[in-house]
């Protein structure tokens, strides 16, 4: 059906327009989660904001479900939409830098390490995510967190102004002086209020070398380990990051053969501030135990940006429970080792990411990501590659997540949550700001023309 409406639309695009069965298709409709499998009607591939008006103007009057792929990293695929119209933004990956003012306008199609690319060259970063190749818009407008976050928030706290196409196909500035209401909803509301286009972020003096990266035990020792991330991370100064996780140890080269797919814990560390008091920080974590690999040095920030990369390979098959944590406990600790010992892959992980710091210090209110009590998130992450071993995997990530979740806020986030994950699940992500965001929806978007998202849609 949508083939014969196409040509309506074909004059007035520039980007290619990609059909089943057509190159480059595959690309576009698959994403990094191999549990998704679906099939848009057509792709855009957009080239710029005329492309975006001319698709959500085009499916507004024929009616069509649009659907927005920025990295496509989202765990329950919500970039790729059956029979849907995707507007594919990848190739609008442009980032400007004004050092001087220190701030960089990045094109929504950008992944996360072309922004860092770019701000490096001057010696700046903004709040980034952990894997490079995840794209900034889904983490934007999900909130975002990374190695920066304990210095300067949550990556949407960061944001100074959006350029949005809305429901009319109109574009629009929002920004604290335009369009307020707008502008606090997609600080953590998702897609829901129309495409975004452009994101302009502050940016902050880090690197270009930094000290990073991981130190990884026997299993044998997590204990131990752990006990030196709970007390470390308790007293951290926000310069330094800390992650704890447990997994079969991957065949990384920097790991010795015989501990390759044997169960290992490990602590990734980045100090963003001076080289000297980074290597003093971290230095307990190099002296403890006996280590089995050991690649915490200096090093560029933007290598520490992209050190998880090939842990995460898009095609593989995913499935998380995720909880934000107002402390560690020892009898969490407990917990998290008995179940890390369950893991169903050799790509399965439990990870500990430490956030507290500057996203506690803003109100509540100040934005719709909310979640300002959280000073931990636990990922339980499953991750296999045969389709016959999904039920195990799954079973395995929510039974932990069950054992694990009495230690929550009660919150969780919204960019880690599942395919299965039902409306009370969104609510826990979006706490109180839940209500404020239902009202911003009915007003930019009333006919709930954006819901490929965890959608508000107060009905
Ligand atoms: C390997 C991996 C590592 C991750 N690490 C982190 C991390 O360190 N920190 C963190 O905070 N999160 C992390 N995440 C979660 C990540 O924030 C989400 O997966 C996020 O949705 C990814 O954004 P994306 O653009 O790639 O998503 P996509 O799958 O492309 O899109 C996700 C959602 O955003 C909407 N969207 C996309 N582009 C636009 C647009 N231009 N305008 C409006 N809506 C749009 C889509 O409609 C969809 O609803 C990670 C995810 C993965 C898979």
Redesign the pocket.
């Known amino acids: 059906m949508i083939g014969e409406l196409l040509d309506g639309l074909r004059s007035r695009v520039k980007g290619p327009i990609v059909l089943p069965g057509d190159d480059g298709y595959e690309g576009s409709r698959t994403?990094?989660?191999a549990m998704i499998d679906r099939r848009p009607a057509a792709v855009v591939r957009c080239l710029g904001t005329a492309d975006v008006i001319a698709c959500v103007q085009f499916a507004r009057a024929n009616k069509l479900l649009l659907?927005?792929?920025?990295?496509?990293?989202?765990?329950a695929?919500?970039?790729t939409a059956d029979d849907a119209l995707m507007l594919d933004?990848s190739l609008m990956r442009g980032v400007w830098v004004d050092a001087k003012n220190r701030v960089a306008h990045a094109q929504?199609g950008c992944l996360l390490g072309d922004v860092d690319r770019e701000t490096q060259v001057h010696g700046l970063a903004t709040v980034m995510?952990?894997?490079s190749?995840?794209?900034?818009?889904?983490?934007t407008?999900?909130?975002?967190?990374?190695y920066l976050t304990r210095r300067w928030g949550w990556?949407s706290d960061n944001v100074t102004g959006m350029d949005v196409v809305t429901a009319e196909g109109k574009v629009v500035r929002a920004s604290s002086e335009e369009n307020p209401d707008l502008f606090w909803g997609l600080r953590g509301g998702?897609?829901n209020f129309?495409?975004?286009?452009g994101i302009d972020y502050a940016l902050h003096p880090v690197g270009p070398e930094i000290v990073g990266g991981v130190v990884a035990w026997p299993a044998s020792e997590a204990p131990g380990v752990l006990e030196l991330f709970r007390t470390m991370a308790a007293k951290a100064a926000p310069e330094l990051t800390l992650v704890a996780l447990m997994r079969p140890a991957p065949p990384a080269p920097w790991l010795p053969k015989e501990i390759h797919g044997k169960p290992m814990v490990a602590i990734l560390a980045c100090h963003s501030g001076p080289l000297e008091e980074g290597e003093k920080a971290v230095a307990p974590i190099k002296a403890f135990g006996k280590p089995v690999g050991d690649v915490l040095v200096r090093r560029p920030y933007a290598q520490m940006q992209s050190l998880l990369d090939a842990t995460?390979p898009k095609g593989r098959r995913?499935y998380w429970k995720s909880e934000y944590l107002p402390s560690i406990e020892p009898a969490l600790v407990t917990k998290y080792i008995e179940q890390a010992a369950r893991i169903r892959s050799p790509h399965g992980a439990m990870i500990l990411f430490q956030m507290e710091g500057a996203l506690n210090q803003l109100d509540e209110g100040h934005s719709a990501v909310g979640n300002r009590d959280a000073h931990y998130a636990l990922n339980v992450a499953a991750a296999w590659d045969d389709p016959a071993e999904d039920a195990a995997n799954i079973e395995w990530a929510r039974s932990a997540w069950n054992d694990l979740k009495s230690f929550s806020t009660g919150g969780t986030?919204l960019?880690?949550l599942t395919e299965d994950e039902g409306p009370e699940r969104t609510a826990a992500a979006l706490g109180r700001g839940l209500k404020r965001l239902a009202e911003i929806k009915k007003r930019w978007d009333p006919e709930n023309m954006?819901r490929?998202?965890?959608n508000i849609f107060p009905g």
Not at 67 to 75: A, D, E, S
């Open positions: 994403v990094w989660n659907c927005m792929k920025g990295g496509g990293h989202n765990i695929g919500l970039a933004m929504a995510g952990f894997v190749l995840t794209g900034i818009a889904g983490l407008l999900g909130g975002g967190f990374g990556t998702g897609g129309g495409v975004v286009t995460q995913y986030y960019n880690f954006f490929t998202n965890r």
